[in-house]
């Protein structure tokens, strides 16, 4: 078919990072946003309005030791060594050559 940008089928992207995700991923890999469409709660069909989530006073606080990927931008925990979207190694840390 030809398709150059051939991707697993049901990938997704994520509208907060726009990293791709997998079609089995639910929420985001790189920051844990909901999968957008993916009907979590209860099924209900009636549109109820569900109100965005404000309750965090500080919602730029970055964990501390957090670091951002170099290569995608994404945030990652201090725990992780890799970028937990793209791979990339984190920045600064020492990998064996
Ligand atoms: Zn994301
Ligand atoms: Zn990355």
């Known amino acids: 078919l030809g ?5 697993p089928e049901g990938a997704w992207e994520c509208d907060t990072c726009l990293v791709q995700n997998k079609a089995e991923d639910i929420k ?3 920051c ?3 999968k957008p469409g993916a009907s ?5 069909s009636s549109s109820s309005s569900s109100a965005p989530l ?3 006073a500080d919602k730029f606080k970055q964990p501390e030791g957090s ?3 170099d290569v995608c931008c994404v945030q990652n925990k201090a ?3 890799k970028c937990v979207a793209c791979q990339a190694v ?3 840390a020492n990998v064996e050559a």
């Open 3 to 7: 398709d150059k940008f051939k991707k």
């Open 28 to 30: 985001c890999v790189a």
């Open 32 to 34: 844990t946003a909901a």
């Open 40 to 44: 979590a709660g209860p099924s209900s």
């Open 54 to 56: 404000f309750g965090l």
């Open 67 to 69: 670091w951002e990927c």
């Open 79 to 81: 725990a992780d060594v």
């Open 90 to 92: 984190k920045p600064g």
